[in-house]
């Protein structure tokens, strides 16, 4: 049996952290999708997905994402059921986390989005992964990637061979 979902999109609301009574730490959020085609009236239809992520994925997810960044999730889906106060039962079907991706810079689109993709952390100046907790690039965690050293600016890049770990 195969139950994989891969998704992008754009968080409509700040996540939500919780503990478990063991002190797990598990995130909430809802990721607004695009729909790959117009409706009748030629407008892009997007569809609200609950995602529940755990431990420290949650923690990063929580500091790191908010309101309007895009992120991409790698998991599954998940139904669950339970009893309500008026004794109804009531379905959830949601989206189990297994990696978060943040697809945006601090200072890039949709809403002042937190770090850099490709892991889910930002790097620093110096171009090695940071730590969440720690301050990226000495600048009170905002990172400058003005400063790379490999931006592109169209020169091919001079290294000698010693240099690769490969």
Not at 128 to 156: E, T, V
């Amino acid at each position: 049996m195969i139950n994989r979902v891969v998704l992008v999109g754009r968080l409509t609301k700040d996540p939500e952290l919780r503990y478990t009574a063991n002190g797990v730490a598990v995130a909430t959020f809802t990721l607004a999708v695009n729909r790959p085609f117009s409706n009748q009236q030629g407008n892009r239809e997007a569809d609200f997905l609950n995602i529940v992520v755990w431990r420290k994925q949650a923690e990063n997810v929580a500091n790191y994402l908010k309101k309007g960044s895009m992120a991409g999730v790698d998991g599954r889906v998940q139904s669950r059921s339970y009893d309500n106060n008026e004794g109804r039962r009531v379905f959830i079907t949601e989206i189990v986390a297994e990696s978060v991706q943040f697809l945006e810079t601090k200072g890039g689109g949709g809403g002042g989005n937190r770090e850099q993709s490709g892991g889910n952390y930002g790097q620093s100046n110096d171009g090695f992964q940071n730590n969440p907790s720690q301050p990226s690039g000495g600048r009170g965690g905002q990172s400058d990637f003005s400063d790379d050293p490999f931006a592109n600016d169209g020169k091919p890049i001079d290294i000698n061979d010693d240099d690769l770990p490969f």
